[in-house]
């Protein structure tokens, strides 16, 4: 039995994403344009990835023929929201700050990283107390 389409990006599918959230609106061919920087593609693996997308809501398409222009349907932060949260739940059973352990724990974060957390916990501190 197949599995269940996931309605979250897969790798290629957030490339197109990063291409479409930083150039908006994008004919075809500019978006295998921009992703021939990187590697090449064949255009119509990226059409054909464009249409799975929409039909997961991901992107939507506006006109049609080779004049259609293709736009992201998700913003990065819903994107990033959905695929930190598959994750959470997948790998850290749910629990977000076993997440956040595992990446101070880990040595991933630079000092710098660390700092920035430390002021986003305190700022959240505060603005919980003044209820």
């Known amino acids: 039995m197949p599995r269940p389409a996931s309605v979250h990006p897969t790798d290629g599918e957030l490339e197109i994403l990063r291409v479409l959230w930083s150039e908006g609106p994008s004919a075809l061919s500019s978006v295998c344009g921009t992703l021939r920087e990187d590697r090449d593609v064949a255009t119509t693996t990226v059409a054909t990835m464009l249409r799975l997308m929409q039909d ?68 959240r501190s505060k603005k919980g107390t003044r209820k």
């Open 56 to 123: 997961k809501g991901l992107v939507k398409r506006q006109g049609a023929g080779r004049g259609a222009l293709w736009g992201a349907a998700v913003t990065h932060k819903r994107a990033a929201r959905g695929m930190v949260r598959k994750l959470v739940d997948g790998v850290f059973d749910g629990s977000a700050d076993r997440l956040v352990t595992h990446l101070v724990e880990g040595g991933q974060l630079s000092h710098e990283q660390l700092v920035e957390l430390r002021q986003l916990i305190d700022a």
